[in-house]
C-alpha cells in the first residue's frame, strides 16, 4: 500500500486516547501509518476527515477470538477441510474488522497461511495473532471425539491432543517455528467438549509448567482456558499468564492471579448468546447444562478480579453463527464494569497483554489503529455496540475501504 493511502488527518475529534477519563479535543495527523501528531492544530495532510460529531476511539483488540469457529460442532471444524475453515475464517476476520476491531488474538487455532494472506492483501483483516491449535489432555476439552465413539482424531485445527512434557515441548516449540504468537491450553473442562466435567484442573502440574517454561524462553506465554478457581490456581502457579473464561474465580484466587501478574480474559457473550440462540445453533444438551453453570457466575468473576487488581481484557469467544454479537460484548462488560473499564479492556489492557505498545492506544508513535463513533459513548455506551449506527474504522492509518 502506498504511504500516501496511510496519511491522513482527523480534524474536530474529541479522543479517548485508551486509558484517560479526560476526553480531548483536538485533531490528529497520522503518516505513513503511525500517528505523528496530536494537538489542537496539526498539519494537514491530503486526505482530511471531518470527526466533529464523533469519538475516536483506538482500534478495539478482542483478545478471544476463533477465526475458524465455523461451528458449535467439535467434530465439524477439527476433521474439515482446513481450505473451506480458511476461507470460512477470512469472511469472520473481515466482519470483525468492519466493526471496529482492528487487532485479534486468535487462541485456538490459525496458522501460518492465513496470517501470510492477511499480510500479502488477500484478505481484509484485524492484525492477527494466532495460536495455532489449542493443547489439549486426552479426555480433556479440546478432545472432540465423544465417549461412545472409538475414532481417532489426527492433529486438529482448533485443538490437538498432546500428553506428557516432552511432547508437549516438542509441540510447542513446532508452534513456534510456524509463527505463534503464544501457546493456548486447556486446564480445565469446557462448556461445549463432550466428554469431560466443567470444573476439574487438566494437565498435570509438570506438563504445564513445561509449555510455560518453552513459552518463557521464546519470549511469550501462555494462555489456559480455565474457568474453576482450582484451575486457575493450578495454572497460574505453574506459570499461565493468561486465564481465559474464568467464570468461577472466587477471591483467594483472583488475589493470587494479581500476586502472579496474570491477565484475565472473560468471554461474557458467549455464554449470553449461547442461552439465547441454543436451538438455532444446535447446542447438545450436555453443553446447555454447562452453560447455564458459568452464565450468571461471569460478571462477578470480573468483580472480583478487577477488585484484587487483576489486569482485566475482553473477548468474544463466539463461534459458528454467534460471531455476530461480538459487539454486544462490549454492552455486557459495561453492565458490570463501567464504560471507561471496558473501554481500557478493549484497547490498553489488552494490548498490554499482547505486548503491543503501539496498539491500544492514541499516542504518538502508535500505530493508526483507529474507531470513530456516532457520539459520546461515556453518556451514550449504545455508540459502542449499535451496529445500525455509522463508524469509521481506520487501520495502519487507511480508513477502511480506501485504495
Known amino acids: 500500500m502506498p504511504s500516501s493511502a496511510r496519511d491522513l488527518t482527523l480534524e474536530n475529534a474529541v479522543i479517548f486516547d485508551g486509558w484517560s477519563a479526560d476526553l480531548v479535543e483536538g485533531s490528529i495527523r ?29 482500534g478495539l483488540i478482542d483478545a478471544h477470538f476463533h477465526a475458524y469457529g465455523v461451528s458449535l460442532n467439535n467434530l465439524e471444524f477439527e476433521s474439515g477441510p482446513l481450505s473451506f475453515l480458511a476461507l470460512a475464517g477470512a469472511r469472520r476476520l473481515e466482519a470483525a474488522l468492519r466493526r471496529g476491531f482492528t487487532t485479534v488474538r486468535d487462541v485456538a487455532g490459525g496458522d501460518i497461511g492465513l496470517a501470510m494472506a492477511i499480510d500479502a492483501g488477500f484478505v481484509a483483516a484485524p492484525r492477527y495473532l494466532y495460536t495455532g491449535p489449542a493443547l489439549s489432555q486426552t479426555g480433556g476439552h479440546g478432545d472432540c471425539r465423544p465417549a461412545e465413539l472409538d475414532i481417532c482424531i489426527h492433529g486438529g485445527h482448533m485443538s490437538e491432543v498432546v500428553d506428557g512434557v516432552t511432547p508437549l515441548r516438542a509441540a510447542v516449540r513446532q508452534r513456534f517455528r510456524q509463527g505463534a504468537h503464544a501457546i493456548k491450553m486447556m486446564t480445565s473442562g469446557g462448556v461445549v467438549s463432550p466428554a469431560d466435567p466443567l470444573l476439574p484442573a487438566q494437565y498435570s502440574a509438570e506438563e504445564i509448567a513445561a509449555v510455560a517454561d518453552e513459552a518463557a524462553r521464546r519470549g ?16 497460574v502457579v505453574n506459570g499461565v499468564r493468561s486465564v481465559e473464561h474464568g467464570n468461577l474465580l472466587d477471591e483467594p484466587t483472583a488475589s493470587l492471579m494479581a500476586e502472579h501478574g496474570a491477565f484475565l480474559v472473560p468471554t461474557l457473550i458467549a455464554y449470553d448468546a449461547m442461552a439465547r440462540r441454543g436451538a438455532e445453533v444446535g447446542i447438545a444438551e450436555v453443553a446447555v447444562a454447562k452453560n447455564r453453570m458459568v452464565l450468571e457466575a461471569g460478571g462477578l468473576a470480573i468483580e472480583r478480579a478487577l477488585a484484587a487488581g487483576v489486569p482485566v481484557g475482553f473477548g468474544s469467544d463466539l463461534m459458528g453463527a454467534l460471531e455476530d454479537e461480538q459487539l454486544l460484548g462490549l454492552r455486557l462488560q459495561i453492565e458490570v464494569a463501567g464504560v471507561l473499564a471496558c473501554l481500557r479492556s478493549a484497547t490498553s489492557v489488552n494490548a498490554a497483554l499482547i505486548r503491543r505498545a503501539d496498539l491500544g492506544r492514541i499516542a504518538v508513535g502508535a500505530r493508526a489503529d483507529l474507531l470513530l463513533l456516532d457520539g459520546d459513548p461515556f453518556a451514550d455506551p449504545a455508540a459502542l455496540w449499535d451496529q445500525q449506527r455509522p463508524r469509521l474504522v481506520v487501520k495502519g492509518g487507511a480508513p477502511l475501504g480506501s485504495a
Open 30 to 58: 497520522v503518516a505513513d501509518g503511525a500517528i505523528a501528531e496530536i494537538g489542537p492544530r496539526v498539519s494537514r495532510a491530503d486526505r482530511v476527515i471531518d470527526a466533529k460529531g464523533s469519538t475516536v476511539v483506538p
Open 220 to 235: 511469550s506465554y501462555v494462555a489456559a482456558h480455565a474457568y474453576s478457581s482450582e484451575a486457575v490456581r493450578h495454572s
